[in-house]
């Protein structure tokens, strides 16, 4: 299967091409940590992605999108052009969750305890969601506090993501229990879980944990009679 995997969820804007066939196999990938710009840069990144892989659009038998959690502007970027290629070239789309992409890096994949994949939020908050020490989820993702998840969380936890040193403070936890503190999710991951998701489950649409910042306008808004 070849798959186009993109990702603007967060401060990167990536794109990679991945074949897993035995006789077709290939990888390449390019990224770049940004913060702002994802749609200035993300077309071009395509474009060389899909050259230097020697892939044809009518080659692709999936696109992979991140859906978050992640910045607003960002998400509806990568998701726009991902379900724009899906609508074109009638090819399913799959959406890949930030936390899964990092968990799947991060994951040990011994007998020890879970993995809790958590992203820095505001004050306190952390976005997070737990995994099993393969990287398989262990409930949905959601936002908690620090102090909500020290009081809950078994000190045999370990830990990944731009939010893990704030959470393992939290917890009393010793450094040996950090596995990555990545800020977002490598490109590749995301390619390979975009392979593995099933379409019927894993739609393209925005994981939003909390609502956005801006609230709309009310005053001097006209009532319809």
């Known amino acids: 299967m070849r798959v186009l995997a993109i990702d603007t969820a967060l401060s990167n804007c990536a794109a990679a091409v991945l074949d897993d066939g035995e006789d077709t196999a ?9 913060g702002r710009g994802h749609a200035e840069r993300l077309m071009d990144m395509i474009g060389e992605v899909m050259a230097e892989t020697s892939t044809a659009f009518s080659d692709l038998d999936r696109v992979a999108v991140t859906v978050g959690p992640g910045s607003f502007t960002g998400l509806r970027v ?10 074109v ?3 399913p789309v799959v959406g890949i969750t930030t936390l899964a992409a990092i968990a799947r ?6 007998a020890g305890g879970p993995l809790l994949v958590a992203l820095t939020g505001k004050g306190e908050e ?11 989820a262990i409930g949905n993702a959601s936002v908690r506090t620090l102090t909500d998840l020290a009081a809950t969380s078994s000190k045999s936890i370990r830990l990944a993501g731009s939010g893990a ?14 596995l990555s503190r990545l800020g977002y999710p490598g490109i590749r991951e995301v390619a390979e879980l975009g392979i ?5 489950v894993s739609a393209p ?20 009679q």
């Not at 290939?26 to 940004?34: Q, R």
């Not at 990568?78 to 609508?87: I, P, W």
């Not at 040193?165 to 950090?178: H, M, N, R, T, Y």
């Open 105 to 110: 890096s991060s994951a040990p994949r011994d």
């Open 89 to 91: 070239l009638s090819k």
């Open 165 to 178: 040193d704030s959470v393992a403070a939290s917890l009393g936890l010793p450094q040996e229990q950090i």
């Open 126 to 136: 952390v976005y997070c969601q737990e995994f099993t020490a393969f990287g398989d």
């Open 26 to 34: 290939c990888f390449d990938a390019i990224g770049e940590e940004i």
């Open 196 to 200: 593995l998701a099933d379409p019927v």
């Open 205 to 224: 649409s925005p994981l939003y944990l909390r609502p956005p910042d801006a609230t709309p306008q009310t005053r001097g808004r006209i009532e319809r």
């Open 78 to 87: 990568g998701l726009a052009v991902a379900r724009g290629f899906g609508l």
